[in-house]
């Protein structure tokens, strides 16, 4: 078991440095010129090199900040983007158990943490609003995201991702339930603090975030976390919604398409206003979810007291 989750690890770690290429790629074609293609064949080491270049750079400490939280929240931040993936559902059993989402829910929740220490401990005040402003946001949406997969939830009677796979033979919860769908993919899209809700990050206002004080390894491993997490809620997407067909050559067809999608949104649309995004999960997605949640209790209810 223990060489299977580092065989995942590495796996995921360089699917995440061809993410950062793919994405360099696509958004140089929506601005109309070319992505990196110096650095090997069609720049497909330039993620190689960025690596070198992040962490041979030299590491600032701000004098002023707590420097053991400082040091240590970007590698608890990658730690937990990472233990995140052990609950993916492998026929080898990595840790294939029935709580599987469950412990997504856990330890998607501890990523906060990480992100407010890193905010605070800087000592600085773009990092700390940079970090107030990304706990809102994730806050807001793991309710968001919780509430939407309930409604599933009560569909499948399980806390197993395998049972998502089983229920969606013939039809996609997509096909079943296509508004919740489009408010998981903008939840997702929240919850990761990628464009249009890229408010930890907002250049014009904050500089850079959360992460203003971090340089070489300490920003690689926000980097890194930032996009494991991006490649994980793809995963999720297409488990819930597309089949969770995991077994199969189109599952990982799915699963680039979503990352896609992550990349072209990011090229299409600008930056949406703060108090837009608070309203948008506690004034739409909430009332929205919930409803669909009583409908979908009310459908089990039904389905069950028809065929038992």
Request: proline content about 3%; glycine content about 6%; aromatic content about 18%.
């Amino acid at each position: 078991m223990g060489l299977s989750s580092i065989i995942l690890l590495i796996c995921v770690l360089v699917g995440v440095a061809f993410l950062t290429l793919l994405e360099r790629k696509v958004l140089g074609y929506i601005q109309i010129r070319k992505g990196p293609n110096k650095v090997g064949f069609m720049g497909l080491l330039q993620p190689f090199s960025d690596a070198i270049k992040l962490f041979s750079k030299e590491q600032t400490v701000p004098l002023t900040s707590n420097y053991l939280f400082y040091y240590f929240s970007p590698v608890m931040n990658l730690f937990l983007a990472l233990t995140l993936w052990f609950c993916m559902p492998f026929i080898t059993l990595l840790i294939n158990f029935n709580l599987g989402i469950l412990y997504f829910l856990c330890c998607s929740s501890m990523g906060v943490y990480t992100i407010m220490i890193a905010g605070w401990s800087s000592n600085s005040n773009y990092a700390m609003l940079g970090g107030l402003r990304s706990v809102a946001q994730t806050i807001s949406y793991e309710v968001s995201l919780a509430m939407i997969l309930l409604s599933f939830l009560m569909l499948t009677s399980s806390l197993s991702m395998l049972q998502f796979a089983v229920y969606q033979k013939y039809v996609w919860f997509l096909l079943m339930g296509l508004p919740l769908g489009l408010m998981w993919f903008v939840s997702c899209l929240a919850e990761t603090n990628r464009t249009p809700f890229d408010f930890a990050e907002g250049e014009s206002e904050l500089v850079s975030g959360f992460n203003v004080e971090y340089s070489s390894g300490g920003f690689a491993l926000i980097f890194l976390a930032e996009y494991s997490n991006i490649i994980f809620m793809s995963m999720l997407c297409v488990m819930f919604f597309m089949g969770g067909d995991f077994y199969s050559i189109f599952f990982f067809m799915k699963l680039v398409f979503m990352c896609f999608l992550w990349i072209w949104v990011r090229g299409t649309l600008p930056r949406y206003r703060y108090d837009k995004l608070m309203y948008l999960a506690w004034k739409s997605f909430l009332p929205v979810s919930l409803s669909f949640l009583v409908f979908f209790i009310g459908l089990k209810s039904v389905m069950s007291s028809l065929f038992f």
